[in-house]
C-alpha cells in the first residue's frame, strides 16, 4: 500500500467510513449478498450487535462483523456462542481487509467464515463519496435557495427555484386578467427531479454514483410539447435550456450552473467511478442496480407501468415539492391564487427515469392498451436518436451487452 494511502486508512473511521461503503455495495464481501440491516443486534437479553446483516444467495442469514484494524479472538468466541443460540441456521463472516489475512486466521476454528476485501478500493470509493457529496451540497443549496421572480413590476420572493415554477397565477388588471409567474412546471418538474434524487437514503449511501445518473437526466433525450405537436431534443433537457434562454432569466442561469457542477464531476470522475466499480455496468449505474434487484426480487421480466413507477417512487422517496398556494401582490393590491395542481408530480418524474431505462435499452417498451408514452432508441443514418412509443408494459433486458449508453445519442446541430 502507498504512503498516502496508508495515511488514508488511518483516518478512515471503521462505522463512519467503512461500513456505509460495504452497505452500498455488498459484492465487495461476496456477490450476491442483499442487505437487510445494519447494526442488528445478537440477541434481545444482551447489548452485543453485529455490524451488518445480510441474506445471501440461498435466502441464508449472513452476520457480517467488519474490521478495518484489530482482530480480538474473544470476540470472535462471543459471537458464535451469540449466533449459535440464536441464529444457528445462520452464516456469522469477519470482513476484512486483505492485508489483515493472517491475522485472522484464528477464525477457522470457531467455524467463522473469512471475507476479504481490497482496502485501497475501499478508500478510493470513499474519497469519490466525499467529493461527490461536495457537488451534491453545492446543488442542495443551489436548489434550496430563495429566488425572487418579476411579476407585473413587482420582485415576488418564493422559497425556493422549484416553488417558484410551480407558480401560475392570474391577476386583474386595467387591461383585463393577466398571467403571472414562472409558468414553468415542466421545467419545475425536472428540477425537482434533480432534488428528490440528491436526498433520501439511496444517494446517501451512492452519493459518486448518483451524480452520474444526474448527468443522464440532463443529457439523455428529452421531449417536450410547446404547441398541438411533441418535439424531442436529442442534446437532452440542457440542449433545451440553452435554447430557450432568454437575457436575464434567472432559473435558466441556474440549471445552468448545476448542470456544471454535473458535468464537471462527470468529466472529472465518471471513468474512476467507473473503473472502481470493474466497468461492470451493474454495480456503477444506479438504476440499472435497482432494476435488476426488482428482478430478482419478482422473479419475473415483464412489469406494468404502474408497478415500476411505484418500485422507483419508494426507491428514490420521490416526493413533489409543496407549491406557494398565493401570494400577496402590492402594486395590484390583491391575492394571486396558485392554479399549478401538482398531482401525478411523483408519477412524471419517476416516468422520466424509466425513460432513461429505455433510452439505454435496459427497458425494452412493449405494444398494448396504451399506459403510457416514453422515448426509446432508434438509428438514423447509424446514429442513434430518440423516438416516442407508446406502451402498456416493459420487459427487462438481461443482456447488458445490448445495452446503449446516453453518450451515443445524435446531438444536434442548433
Known amino acids: 500500500m502507498s504512503e498516502i494511502n496508508s495515511k488514508e486508512s488511518l483516518n478512515l473511521d471503521e462505522a463512519r467510513d467503512v461500513h456505509p461503503v460495504l452497505r452500498a455495495n455488498p459484492f465487495l464481501i461476496e456477490e450476491g449478498l442483499k442487505l437487510l440491516r445494519g447494526e442488528k443486534y445478537l440477541s434481545t437479553e444482551e447489548l452485543k450487535r453485529i455490524d451488518l446483516l445480510f441474506e445471501d444467495k440461498n435466502k441464508i442469514l449472513c452476520f457480517v462483523e467488519v474490521k478495518w484494524s484489530n482482530i480480538s479472538e474473544s470476540q470472535m468466541i462471543e459471537y458464535r456462542r451469540l449466533v449459535d443460540q440464536h441464529h444457528p441456521r445462520s452464516r456469522l463472516v469477519w470482513a476484512i481487509p486483505n492485508d489483515l489475512i493472517n491475522k485472522a486466521s484464528v477464525a ?64 386583474t388588471t386595467d387591461r383585463g386578467q393577466k398571467k403571472l409567474g414562472l409558468k414553468q412546471t415542466s421545467i419545475g418538474r425536472q428540477l425537482d427531479l434533480i432534488k428528490n434524487l440528491t436526498m433520501g437514503h439511496i444517494p446517501e449511501l451512492h452519493k459518486e454514483k448518483i451524480l452520474l445518473l444526474l448527468w443522464e437526466i440532463f443529457k439523455a433525450p428529452y421531449s417536450y410539447k410547446p404547441g398541438k405537436f411533441w418535439r424531442i ?136 392498451t396504451v399506459d403510457m408514452w416514453i422515448l426509446k432508441p432508434s438509428k438514423k443514418n447509424e446514429i442513434f436518436v430518440a423516438q416516442r412509443q407508446p406502451c402498456q408494459m416493459l420487459s427487462f433486458n438481461k443482456d447488458t451487452n445490448l445495452y446503449i449508453s446516453i453518450e451515443q445519442y445524435h446531438k444536434k446541430e442548433g
Not at 286 to 291: E, G, S, T
Not at 293 to 315: A, G, T
Not at 347 to 356: A, G, H, V, W
Open 108 to 171: 477457522s476454528k470457531y467455524g467463522i467464515e473469512i471475507a476479504s476485501f481490497d482496502r485501497e478500493k475501499i478508500i478510493q470509493m470513499k474519497a469519490l463519496q466525499n467529493k461527490a457529496a461536495t457537488y451534491l451540497n453545492q446543488i442542495k443549496s443551489l436548489l434550496s435557495a430563495p429566488l425572487n421572480v418579476s411579476m407585473h413590476g413587482e420582485l415576488v420572493p418564493f422559497e425556493n427555484p422549484i416553488v417558484a415554477c410551480y407558480f401560475e397565477g392570474r391577476a
Open 233 to 368: 431534443v436529442d442534446g437532452g433537457f440542457i440542449e433545451f435550456i440553452k435554447v430557450i434562454k432568454r437575457q436575464g432569466r434567472d432559473i435558466e442561469k441556474l440549471i445552468i450552473t448545476i448542470w456544471e457542477l454535473v458535468n464537471q464531476y462527470y468529466n472529472d470522475n465518471s471513468i474512476t467511478v467507473r473503473t472502481a466499480y470493474s466497468m461492470d455496468v451493474k454495480k456503477y449505474d444506479l438504476l440499472l442496480l435497482l432494476l435488476f434487484q426488482l428482478v430478482e426480487e419478482k422473479n419475473k421480466l415483464i412489469f406494468s407501468i404502474d408497478e415500476l413507477i411505484q418500485y422507483i417512487i419508494d426507491n428514490f422517496e420521490i416526493k413533489p415539492s409543496q407549491p406557494t398556494t398565493k401570494i400577496r401582490h402590492s402594486i395590484l393590491n390583491q391575492w394571486i391564487e396558485n392554479i399549478v395542481s401538482i398531482k401525478n408530480y411523483e408519477n412524471d418524474m419517476s416516468k422520466r427515469l424509466l425513460e432513461l431505462a429505455t433510452l439505454k435499452r435496459v427497458l425494452i417498451p412493449k405494444m398494448g
